[in-house]
């Protein structure tokens, strides 16, 4: 994106980002929804809210009309599509705007690292990045209490960026395994390569994530990127940890 978000009080605070499977399908209204987040004041004695007032919209906003490289009419139109979609809802009496982060399922980012990534990454990065952030803590944690999370390129490609099954090719592939290499050169992730039993007997491989960072401070600190050059691969799905 050719504009940054200015730092401030909101980067110290965490943030609910959606898991519904629409988001991320719509680029400007997901990067409007993130940006506004961004920018919301969490009211902690009262309502409990994250909300956003008219007057520090009006503030920021040709600073993302700038960046976006388009009107300001054309960003009102996707904020009326936020709307339009349950995820932000318009409190004329208060002046403000309410972001509704129980109508969709969600996880907690930290502030610093979604601002991080919001201005140096693509949507799919950011989705991948949410995803391993989601089934790590999940399988971390007191349900099954492993200290790894497994997977493969086909999870990620069918259940992460919602291919159909069989309707990516060795492209996708490809571009999956540059973004997980992406993540671990940016210190972001950790990742073994793991064998496990069909129920056959037979192996298969996959991915083992052994660390994810949750803040912008966790990021590991990378000496040598050859022990990661094997997120590269190939392009196959075929005894690759796919």
């Not at 009102?76 to 403000?96: A, C, M, P, V, W």
């Not at 705007?97 to 129980?102: K, T």
């Not at 990065?125 to 209490?145: C, E, N, P």
Request: overall charge neutral.
């Amino acid at each position: 994106m050719p504009f940054d978000f200015p730092t401030g009080p909101g980067e110290n605070y965490a943030r609910r980002i959606s898991l519904g499977d629409d988001f991320m399908n719509w680029a400007i209204d997901d990067l409007l929804f993130g940006y506004l987040f961004y920018h919301a004041t969490y009211d902690k004695e009262g309502t409990q809210q994250h909300y956003l007032q008219d007057y520090k919209w009006r503030n920021i906003r040709p600073i993302f009309v700038k960046g976006m490289g388009v009107s300001a009419r054309t960003i009102s139109n996707h904020l009326d599509k936020l709307i339009e979609r349950g995820l932000i809802t318009r409190d004329e009496k208060r002046q403000r705007y309410i972001f509704n982060c129980e109508t969709v399922p969600y996880i907690w980012l930290n502030g610093s690292l979604l601002r991080y990534l919001i201005t140096t990454a693509n949507n799919n990065v950011i989705i991948i990045y949410i995803y391993l952030l989601s089934k790590y803590r999940y399988f971390t944690g007191d349900d099954y209490q492993q200290d790894y999370f497994d997977f493969t390129l086909k999870d990620l490609l069918e259940k992460a960026l919602k291919y159909s099954n069989k309707s990516y090719n060795a492209g996708a592939t490809k571009n999956l395994r540059i973004i997980l290499f992406d993540l671990a050169k940016r210190g972001l992730i950790e990742v073994e390569q793991a064998e496990k039993l069909n129920r056959d007997g037979t192996n298969y491989h996959v991915f083992r994530l052994t660390f994810i960072a949750e803040t912008f401070g966790e990021r590991k600190r990378i000496v040598d990127e050859n022990n990661f050059k094997f997120l590269l691969g190939g392009t196959s799905l075929d005894n690759s940890a796919e």
